[in-house]
């Protein structure tokens, strides 16, 4: 994640209950000129019911959207905010061995950061919507206007910004991260007269970053949305109250291939899971219903071809949660599109590149007359994007947790996970798999406090192990579970 975003990430989980979660986060600088007060912003649509929408600034005002010639300024309102300054630390450790026949390999790793970031004096700017309310009253959307045309075919949303908050000095940012690990390797060879032969390497990898950024006045940071309600003939209106959401009228377009079918694999977008709600502490076994309706594409990532490669890729995303956004986007445009095969977009990073690459090697499905055009992604490709959207969910704790387990570890993981959920009596402590007890208890720490950031328990009792569910963080331990069983499927073989 980049230096901003962490920054006015953490600013806005500070503001969450004075601005009751209707903040949104400013991901990038270059944002900041789109956000004026009732500019147009796009909110992307979800692919899995778990994910948080994403909002994509565009380069339009509400005014450029409306029939006429007659614009209109908006009535803005300016007050000052807070001073707002912080400063963070994190450390973290972990190490994990691999054992094969002839191989044993050792890596161990330790890392640091400190944030310091000084936003000095926020001012806050409101929209007043009685205003804006006033000056929309009889008019009308162009339907012909080209944002509006995309966003309909892609049946998302049209927000316009009435509050936003903003630097009003020069301030900065400031990172320091210090990463260490180190590689032990043995190799042992038995050669044709029975001599042994063995070969040792070692090698350790420091790293040091400092960053500096400094953020100029006027930038805005933070910024809140009143949705739009279409409908078909061009009227608009405004979603005013909490929990009320927008979009197109539902029969006001049609499209070849609607985002929000199910395949014949049985996974789709914004599918409904038909979740009850759980109650504050449940066993890991009220997540089983759930986790079976997508574990038929997730058994499909075990078949890939190149599912090591995969593996090693998805794992060095668990690193940067930016890489992991661009990811799951790009993998949500190209399910999402009928004319997958032409899907390059020129924004996309190195890692998501490589990996669209690597998933064009899985033929799509086409159509019976094999039209190009009437091309669907394979049902791989949705598991790999069912996959990278869970992982994209969880928290930065767990991902870093997710880091330190060996594939071997992964998997022990995954097969306690499934006997948990399979019956909501306690598991034996036998059956739990031997490599969780190794290390001294170390492999055992690092389950629980895994489990623990994706609010999931463990307690050990006299009649066997069992492991709970809170509902305080929602669908963490279901993403969880889906993450672990996508992994631990990809690191099953040597391809």
């Keep these: 994640m980049s230096v901003f975003s962490k920054a006015t990430g953490s600013f806005v989980r500070q503001m969450e209950g004075d601005w009751g979660g209707s903040l949104i986060h400013v991901s990038r600088p270059h944002d900041s000129h789109k956000l004026v007060p009732l500019a147009v912003v796009v909110k992307r649509k979800c692919y899995w019911p778990w994910q948080r929408p994403k909002y994509q600034p565009s380069d339009f005002i509400l005014s450029d959207l409306l029939l006429g010639d007659a614009a209109f300024d908006p009535d803005v309102s300016e007050l000052d905010f807070i001073s707002y300054n912080e400063t963070s630390r994190d450390d973290k450790s972990g190490n994990w061995k691999a054992k094969a026949d002839m191989v044993k390999v050792d890596l161990g790793g330790a890392g640091s950061s400190k944030r310091k970031l000084s936003f000095g004096n926020l001012q806050a700017q409101k929209v007043n919507v009685k205003r804006l309310l006033e000056d929309c009253r009889d008019r009308e959307l162009d339907m012909r206007h080209c944002l509006l045309q995309q966003v309909q075919k892609r049946d998302e949303v049209l927000a316009v910004l009435k509050e936003r908050v903003l630097t009003t000095t020069p301030c900065a940012i400031t990172e320091t991260m210090k990463k260490q690990g180190s590689c032990i390797g043995a190799l042992n060879l038995l050669g044709m007269l029975g001599t042994e032969i063995s070969v040792q390497d070692n090698f350790s990898v420091d790293v040091d970053r400092d960053i500096f950024l400094e953020i100029p006045a006027q930038t805005v940071i933070a910024y809140s949305l009143l949705e739009l309600e279409i409908e078909k003939s061009g009227n608009f209106k405004l979603c005013l109250q909490p929990e009320t959401f927008g979009g197109f009228e539902s029969d006001s377009w049609t499209s070849s291939r609607s985002c929000d079918t199910i395949d014949n ?231």
């Design 265 to 495: 694999q049985g996974v789709g977008n914004g599918i409904d899971l038909s979740r009850n709600q759980r109650p504050e502490r449940a066993p890991l076994s009220a997540l089983n219903s759930e986790l079976q309706k997508q574990e038929q594409s997730l058994c499909l990532l075990a078949a890939l071809p190149f599912r090591r490669c995969l593996f090693e890729m998805l794992l060095k995303s668990l690193e940067d949660r930016d890489t992991l956004s661009l990811q799951e986007q790009a993998l949500a445009d190209w399910c999402c599109r009928a004319d997958v095969l032409e899907l390059k977009p020129q924004s996309m990073n190195g890692p998501s590149r490589a990996l669209l690459d690597l998933l064009c090697l899985v033929p799509a499905i086409q159509s019976e007359n094999g039209s190009p055009a009437e091309c669907s992604p394979p049902p791989q490709m949705t598991a790999v994007h069912l996959l990278v959207s869970a992982m994209e969910a969880l928290p930065d704790e767990t991902l870093f947790q997710l880091t330190l387990c060996s594939p071997e570890v992964l998997q022990a993981i995954d097969e306690l996970i499934c006997q948990l959920r399979s019956s909501c009596q306690p598991l034996p402590d036998n059956s739990v798999p031997a490599i969780l007890l190794e290390e001294d208890g170390k492999t055992w720490k690092l389950l629980e406090q895994l489990l623990r950031s994706s609010s999931v328990t463990l307690e050990r009792a006299k009649d066997g192990l069992r492991a709970e569910t809170g509902s305080e963080k929602g669908d963490l331990p279901l993403v969880l579970c889906l993450t672990i069983r996508g992994l631990s499927s990809l690191c099953n073989g040597d391809n």
